[in-house]
């Protein structure tokens, strides 16, 4: 059983369309990343939210922490072929741990 | 400004044999740590080290064994590989624990 559960699994959409992608849990987490991973290659950190309730914006993306902070999402806005990847989100707890990620597919 | 290397990138190996993942950093990151990813899992935490000579198991730590005796490396080896460790190997470094982790680019084994 995953301690943090993305959905969806899969997620395929055309280039302009907006998605939001979630990662879910029963246990609080002092903070939460997502990380992206590309094809052939290690994550890398996008975002790190700490505050329950926060919002932090990169360019397109929107990532927002849960007010009890045990959940997180995702939101992309007109997505683009090169926002293709594995999107995996991390609870710190004593430790990192990894939900099992969605996989995005922006078709052109 | 490489980061974090890993060798080799691709390896093949049978049931049995003893087989060692490199790991070298060119920061100065205190801790370092290794995970496999597999399909429906995620990344699971086999072994991470707060130092040098400081190693502690993760989720994952049965059939692997992991040094560090200098800073900058971290190998990690199966002593009898197995088919159920056919996997992505992915090492990583941070400056904490639960810090930003920043990922080499894995290495991918197969075992016959």
């Known amino acids: 059983t995953q301690l943090l559960e993305q959905s969806p699994q899969f997620l395929s959409i055309q280039e302009g369309e907006n998605l939001t992608v979630y990662c879910n849990s029963s246990?609080?987490?002092?903070?939460l990343q997502w990380y992206r991973q590309e094809p052939g290659e290690g994550p890398v950190l996008l975002v790190t939210?700490?505050?329950?309730?926060e919002v932090k914006k990169l360019k397109r993306l929107t990532f927002q922490f849960g007010d009890a902070r045990k959940d997180s999402s995702l939101h992309i806005t007109a997505a683009q072929p090169g926002d293709t990847g594995l999107y995996l989100c991390?609870?710190?707890?004593?430790?990192?741990?990894f939900g099992a990620g969605t996989r995005l597919t922006v078709k052109p | 400004d490489a980061g974090i290397t890993q060798s080799p990138r691709y390896k093949i190996t049978e049931t049995g044999r003893q087989v060692t993942l490199m790991c070298h950093q060119t920061?100065?990151?205190?801790?370092m740590f290794w995970y496999r990813q597999d399909l429906g899992h995620g990344l699971r935490l086999i072994y991470y080290?707060?130092?040098?000579?400081?190693?502690d198991k993760g989720e994952v730590p049965d059939g692997y064994v992991v040094s560090r005796s200098k800073t900058e490396n971290f190998p990690l080896t199966l002593e009898s590989a197995t088919r159920s460790q056919t996997s992505v190997y992915f090492c990583?470094?941070?400056?904490?624990?639960?810090?930003?982790?920043?990922f080499g680019p894995g290495t991918r084994l197969t075992v016959t």
């Open positions: 991390a609870g710190a707890k004593s430790d990192m741990r």
């Open positions: 246990s609080v987490f002092s903070s």
């Open positions: 939210v700490v505050t329950g309730g």
């Open positions: 920061w100065s990151h205190s801790y």
């Open positions: 080290s707060a130092a040098a000579d400081i190693t």
């Open positions: 990583a470094g941070s400056t904490g624990r639960t810090y930003e982790q920043y």
